[in-house]
């Protein structure tokens, strides 16, 4: 039991506790200051896999991109510090009963074919070899799909201001008129 | 160094999977949904990582896919929010029980 391994319990304790008050919490912005430690722990957890490169991704991307803009958006839409109400009894246990049947047939598949993998410690994932991977054009190159991941960005970002944009008053429709 | 068996990742990959799931069955706000979601990428992230790196140390192919799926995270996640905010603007409310418009 030495220090690598009490780290990586203590990451995964901080993840799956980040994570179930981030699905839990009544308050809107506390929820999503949850899911914002459970992100930062996932990034720790990269970086205790020692994949630098993803958790600085998982920092940018994720923390410092998307739980802005989550955040922006309650900031938007609503009071951040009202309460919302708790879902009721006759939603609660249905969802926690699959939840609880899922991770148990989960668990025992996992326990059943992956108890011999162990870290070998051949695993280098450098910086040099991540980019010349993604940009080459011979065979397992990745150049294809991050040429289409840079169109689907793109299209996104249109999208985005398309459905976001205020209509202009002339296309304003009110919603009885709509629904005749 | 590290002697973390591949399965206690796993284990931990699906519980942040389920708690993504169990989040997405109670709540009824949209953003709580989408933040779900994104709990639930999260842990396929792990999953991919902690793959390429016990069962394939001399590949790098699930870091790309973890890669790729952050992308389109964001790209989700901003589309997302979009129409959260397109529908709070003609429903005044994000709870995903008002917006029956099209629902008979």
Redesign the interface.
Known sequence: MNISVILFYVIAVCILGAGLLAVTARQLFRSAIWLLFSLVGIAALYFWMQVEFIAAVQIIVYVGGIVVLIIFSIFLTEQSGAKMPSPPIKRKLPALLAVLFGILFTARLISQYFTSAADDHSFQASMQAIGRQMLSTTDFGFLLPFEAISFLLLAAMIGCIVIAMKPSQADIVSPQNAGE | ????????I???S???F??????L?????M??M???I??ML?SV??NF??F????Y??K??G??F???I??????????A??????L???HRS?DVDDAT?MKY
Do not use: C, Q, W
Not at chain 2, 70 to 79: C, Q, R
């Open positions: 160094m590290n002697t973390v068996p591949l399965s206690h796993l284990f931990l699906t519980a942040l389920f708690i993504g799931m169990y989040g069955f109670t709540r009824r706000n953003i709580t989408l933040m779900a994104e709990l999260n992230n792990i990582v902690a390429n790196k016990y069962l140390p001399g790098l192919d870091l790309f973890a890669l790729f952050i992308t389109i995270a964001a790209a989700e996640a901003a589309v929010i979009a129409i959260i905010i397109n709070y603007r003609t994000i418009d």
